[in-house]
């Protein structure tokens, strides 16, 4: 999380919208929200009595590392201890170590966390520029909790393939008022990011919903698994790899397809509903 700003800037949105996959937010073991919501809420709460010292805020995040002797999804990437609740109503997630944070005086602690300040303060994930600004603002508008939209905003690939798709199926580009002035698409859209949790057909040795998308070739991700050889391409490939999928048979490759078939059903008629009856 940084300073800087851009036309859109996805890493604080609104009071409860905020991303720290990049500080390896998801990258903990048997992940849900509920168990980050506590984990994180206890850490905000410990931390806020920590003396604002060089050992004060060292023995927190000794006392914090738990997470790190546990079997992370990606070893190779970290889960900072310093990645808590903010806001007034600690209704998102951020950086305790932010100047901005209530009892850091506006001091910038970040120069003592794993990645160091600099990192810190000016890394921009690959959806920062990868995603298109219609995309963005569809996203930010559509998602309103950080736990589903951390998931989703670094998959950029997943998101450009989705957008494509329902383009293709309309034969024109999408505006972001096709759908943020129309409920049944952003109740579709929001299913669509749901996948990311909910996706039936991930493979066993996924990363669950974690993503690692550095791209620094540590953990490319992998093809679609097909358990057999009869297990035909998709014209989903892109959106299945993305998701982290795995087959073990034809039928279920066609289940799949009907439930993305589906959802992109009812995203293009809604908008094109939309457009014909002059409605949302
Ligand atoms: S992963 Fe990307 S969007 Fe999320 S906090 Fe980091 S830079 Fe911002
Ligand atoms: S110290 Fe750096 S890596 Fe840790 S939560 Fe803050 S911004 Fe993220």
Redesign the pocket.
């Known amino acids: ?2 300073d800087e700003t851009h036309d859109i800037y996805l890493c604080q949105v609104s009071e409860t919208v905020s991303c ?1 996959a ?3 937010l998801y990258n903990l073991p048997n992940l849900s929200r509920e168990k980050l919501e506590i984990l994180l809420s206890k850490r905000t709460e410990a931390f806020a009595s920590v003396l604002r010292t060089e050992d004060g805020i060292y023995e927190f995040q000794r006392r914090n590392k738990g997470p790190h002797r546990l079997s992370r999804p990606f070893p190779g990437f ?1 889960h ?4 808590g609740l903010i806001g007034g109503e600690k209704s998102r997630v ?5 100047p901005a944070v209530p009892g850091n005086n506006g001091v910038d602690y ?1 120069s ?4 160091g300040e600099q ?3 000016t890394y921009f994930c690959p959806a920062t520029t990868k995603l298109s600004p219609v995309y963005q603002s569809i996203l930010i508008q559509a998602i309103d909790n950080w736990y589903a939209f951390g998931l989703i905003v670094t998959e950029h690939a997943l998101v450009t393939a989705y957008f494509k798709e329902v383009e293709f199926r309309l034969g024109r580009h999408i505006a972001a008022s096709d759908y943020t002035q129309n409920i049944g698409v952003m109740d579709a859209f929001r299913e669509f990011a749901e996948l990311k949790t909910k996706w039936p057909y991930r493979r066993d040795d996924s990363p669950e919903p974690c993503n690692f998308f550095f791209e620094n070739g540590l953990y490319p991700r992998p093809a679609v698994f097909r358990r057999t050889m009869d297990i035909r391409p998709s014209s989903y490939e892109e959106i299945l790899r993305e998701l982290d999928s795995g087959f073990s048979s034809a039928r279920e490759l066609t289940a799949a397809e009907r439930l993305l078939d589906d959802l992109f059903l009812k995203t293009v008629r809604a908008i094109v509903y939309s457009s014909t009856s002059g409605g949302g």
Request: net charge positive; glycine share 12%.
């Open positions: 999380m940084h720290g990049c500080c390896g970290h900072c201890p310093f990645l951020g950086c305790l170590l932010h970040r003592l966390s794993w990645y990192a810190c303060r």
